[in-house]
């Protein structure tokens, strides 16, 4: 969607540079967050037994295991 000028993203460095510097994004701020070693999986409360989000959410866990 932000590539197509209709949206926002937040993004990588390594994966967004090149199209900052090719002008096809715009960092609209001159910060930067250390990404750190932690990631979420955030949903509506409603989901919670939702089949397709425990499937995507047990993918996930089993495959950060077996990156680790």
């Known amino acids: 969607a932000a ?8 993004g990588l460095g390594p ?5 900052i510097a090719m002008r096809r ?3 609209p701020f001159p910060i930067s967050v250390p990404k750190g ?6 949903y509506r409360p409603f ?3 939702d089949p397709g989000l425990i499937a995507f959410r047990d993918w996930l866990r089993r ?3 077996a990156s680790s």
């Open 15 to 19: 994966y967004v540079e090149d199209d």
């Open 37 to 42: 070693r932690a990631w979420y999986l955030v």
């Open 47 to 49: 989901r919670e037994t």
């Open 3 to 10: 590539l197509d000028g209709v949206g926002i993203a937040i």
């Open 63 to 65: 495959s950060f295991q």
């Open 25 to 27: 994004l715009v960092a």
